[in-house]
């Protein structure tokens, strides 16, 4: 069926790595969501991508959408202790309404 | 920015009884929310949508008559846990967007439920 896979599931990092988060959906999306969830919380929305090739930053976070719209990333320049938690993309697969989430990839960052 | 306030944060109860769960839209109305379950390192499953004034419509394999959704106002989305068992037990969240929009979707604190 349709569905949002992530890659990788588990990333270890030591404090001052990068970190990339891959997010592929099985069709074409009109816009791609991030959300971030830190350990015993709630998702928290990051940010939202709708155009083809699409590149935005937030600081230390670039988030890309890819040309088909189908695939997105998650990049993380020198990552700190407080970016720890698990990241979710999450995209309109089935109705507008509807987001339907990835399988989320956990990060932990060693001090 | 917008709030969302789950209530209770967590809960354990018996097996073979009811549990509420109330999720509130503090400064925005909400015509649709949604209720997400979410089992250990694992995503956040669907399981229905809540609309105002109407009947809920619920994911494939959710079971209607197990997880009441009633939606009585434009800030109020209530998840009825009845009947609950062992299996029950998760973590339940809900969600819901600012009216007319398609982007953000703001999350309540999310309830852990025990069922014993």
């Known amino acids: 069926g349709q569905q949002v896979m992530q890659i990788p599931q588990y990333q270890h990092v030591q404090e001052g790595e990068d970190f990339t988060t891959y997010c592929n959906s099985s069709?074409?999306?009109?816009?791609i969501q991030w959300y971030k969830q830190r350990p015993g919380g709630h998702p928290v929305f990051l940010i939202q991508?709708?155009?083809?090739?699409e590149v935005k930053k937030q600081k230390r976070l670039t988030f890309q959408f890819g040309e088909a719209k189908k695939n997105s990333s998650l990049h993380i320049t020198a990552t700190q202790t407080t970016d720890v938690g698990t990241y979710f993309c999450a995209g309109p697969l089935h109705s507008a309404r509807q987001l339907t989430f990835g399988s989320g990839t956990q990060l932990t960052v060693l001090p | 920015g917008a709030v969302v306030s789950q209530h209770p944060s967590w809960v354990i109860c018996k097996s073979g009884t009811s549990v509420k769960i109330e999720c509130r839209s503090l400064?925005?109305?909400?015509?649709?929310m949604f209720w997400y379950r979410q089992f250990p390192k694992q995503s956040l499953m669907l399981m229905a949508t809540s609309n105002e004034g109407s009947k809920a419509t619920y994911e494939q394999g959710v079971e209607k008559d197990k997880f009441l959704i009633n939606h009585a106002s434009l800030t109020l989305s209530t998840l009825t846990v009845t009947s609950a068992h062992p299996e029950d037990s998760s973590f339940y969240i809900c969600?819901?967007?600012?009216?007319?929009?398609?982007?953000?979707?703001?999350f309540g604190e999310g309830s852990r439920l025990t069922v014993l």
């Open positions: 069709t074409t999306l009109s816009n």
């Open positions: 400064d925005f109305q909400a015509t649709t």
């Open positions: 991508l709708v155009k083809s090739g």
């Open positions: 969600s819901a967007r600012a009216e007319g929009t398609t982007g953000e979707l703001f």
